[in-house]
C-alpha cells in the first residue's frame, strides 16, 4: 500500500472517528444516563486505537517527507479539528463525571 492510500485511509479514520465523537458529544449533553453511549464507548476505543497506532506512523519524518503538500495539509486539518473535538469530549465528560459526584454527595448527605 502507498504511502498516499495509507493517508487517505487516515483520513477516512479520522472522519470516521470524529463523527463519533461528534455522536457522543451530543450523548452527553443530555441530562442522565444517555441511550448508546456504552456502544459508542466501545466503538470510539476500537477506533481510537487504530487512530493512535496510524499517527504513530505519519509521525515520522520519513513518512511525512513522502507525503505530497496537500496531503500533508489535509492530514494536518483532520488532527486539529479532530483534537479540539476531543478536548470538548474531555470537558463534557469531566462535567457528567463531576454531575455524578455531585449526587453520590447529595444522598450521602441525606442517608446520615
Given at each position: 500500500?502507498?504511502?498516499?492510500?495509507?493517508?487517505?485511509?487516515?483520513?477516512?479514520?479520522?472522519?470516521?472517528?470524529?463523527?463519533?465523537?461528534?455522536?457522543e458529544?451530543e450523548?452527553?449533553?443530555?441530562?442522565?444516563?444517555?441511550?448508546?453511549?456504552?456502544?459508542?464507548?466501545?466503538?470510539?476505543?476500537?477506533?481510537?486505537?487504530?487512530?493512535?497506532?496510524?499517527?504513530?506512523?505519519?509521525?515520522?519524518?520519513?513518512?511525512?517527507?513522502?507525503?505530497?503538500?496537500?496531503?500533508?495539509?489535509?492530514?494536518?486539518?483532520?488532527?486539529?479539528?479532530?483534537?479540539?473535538?476531543?478536548?470538548?469530549?474531555?470537558?463534557?465528560?469531566?462535567?457528567?463525571?463531576?454531575?455524578?459526584?455531585?449526587?453520590?454527595?447529595i444522598?450521602?448527605?441525606?442517608?446520615?
Amino acid at each position: 500500500m502507498s504511502t498516499e492510500d495509507k493517508a487517505q485511509d487516515f483520513l477516512n479514520l479520522t472522519g470516521q472517528l470524529s463523527q463519533l465523537v461528534k455522536r457522543e458529544n451530543e450523548l452527553l449533553k443530555t441530562p442522565g444516563r444517555a441511550n448508546g453511549l456504552k456502544e459508542i464507548l466501545a466503538e470510539k476505543q476500537v477506533l481510537s486505537d487504530a487512530y493512535e497506532q496510524q499517527l504513530n506512523y505519519f509521525s515520522q519524518p520519513k513518512v511525512v517527507s513522502e507525503l505530497d503538500p496537500v496531503a500533508r495539509s489535509r492530514i494536518k486539518e483532520a488532527i486539529t479539528a479532530l483534537t479540539a473535538m476531543m478536548d470538548e469530549n474531555k470537558r463534557r465528560l469531566e462535567a457528567k463525571i463531576e454531575a455524578a459526584k455531585h449526587v453520590v454527595e447529595i444522598i450521602a448527605n441525606v442517608a446520615k
